[in-house]
Structure formats: structure tokens, C-alpha cells
């Protein structure tokens, strides 16, 4: 069984930073990609940044130039580092990744992480 566990949510001031760390465990042969996505209140899920696994990186418009996404291979592990967050970054952060755990290739959430950004 695989499991996505995310830690570093919390409360931050408007222009402040947080750091978000996800961590892949269980029966895990390859990750292809591992990426964050969130979703406020009232709005769809959506995705904020990814990474593959040779280090290619895509963002959303919304955060580029403010949020960095980095993997760890050898830990199966993503982060994102979240800079200059304005109250509209507000959401459920949620891990996620493609992946193979024998079988097939499928997509694996984690729980999420609440991030609330204060003006």
C-alpha cells in the first residue's frame, strides 16, 4: 500500500513563507511525477507545481516566480517552497503522485495540508 504524507501547513502572514514536505512510502517500484495541487473554499482543485522525475518543473501562472517545487529521488520526496504567499494562496495543499506499485501506473493523493495566509 502506498501512502502520501504531507507536513508544514499552518498560518502565516501575507509575505511570509512556508515549506511544504511530502513523503512517498509503501510498495513503490518508479514515481514518474510528484506535484502539489490545492483547493479553497467554493473553488476546484487545481495544480499548483510539478516536478518528473529528471527535474522538469511546470507551475501554475499564480505562483510563478514565488513557489519553487524540489524532489528527493532517493527519499521520494517533494517539496514546495512557498515565498511572498498573499491570502488568495489559502487552501488545502494536497501531494500528489503518479507512480507504480506493481500492476499499474496510478495517481496517489495525500491527506492534504491546511496553508491560510492572513492580509
Known amino acids: 500500500q502506498v501512502q502520501l504524507v504531507e507536513s508544514g501547513g499552518g498560518l502565516v502572514q501575507a509575505g511570509g513563507s512556508l515549506r511544504l514536505s511530502c513523503a512517498a512510502s509503501?510498495?513503490?517500484?518508479?514515481?514518474?511525477?510528484m506535484a502539489w495541487d490545492r483547493q479553497a473554499p467554493g473553488k476546484q482543485r487545481e495544480v499548483v507545481a510539478s516536478?518528473?522525475?529528471?527535474?522538469?518543473?511546470k507551475y501554475a501562472d499564480s505562483v510563478k516566480g514565488r513557489f519553487t517545487i524540489s524532489r528527493d529521488n532517493a527519499n521520494n520526496t517533494v517539496y514546495l517552497q512557498m515565498n511572498r504567499l498573499k491570502p488568495e494562496d489559502t487552501a488545502v495543499y494536497y501531494c500528489?503522485?503518479?507512480?507504480?506499485?506493481?500492476?499499474?501506473?496510478?495517481?496517489?493523493w495525500g491527506q492534504g495540508t491546511q496553508v491560510t495566509v492572513s492580509s
Open positions: 500528489h503522485a503518479f507512480l507504480y506499485s506493481g500492476g499499474d501506473w496510478k495517481d496517489y
Open positions: 509503501g510498495r513503490i517500484f518508479s514515481i514518474n511525477t
Open positions: 516536478v518528473i522525475s529528471s527535474g522538469g518543473t
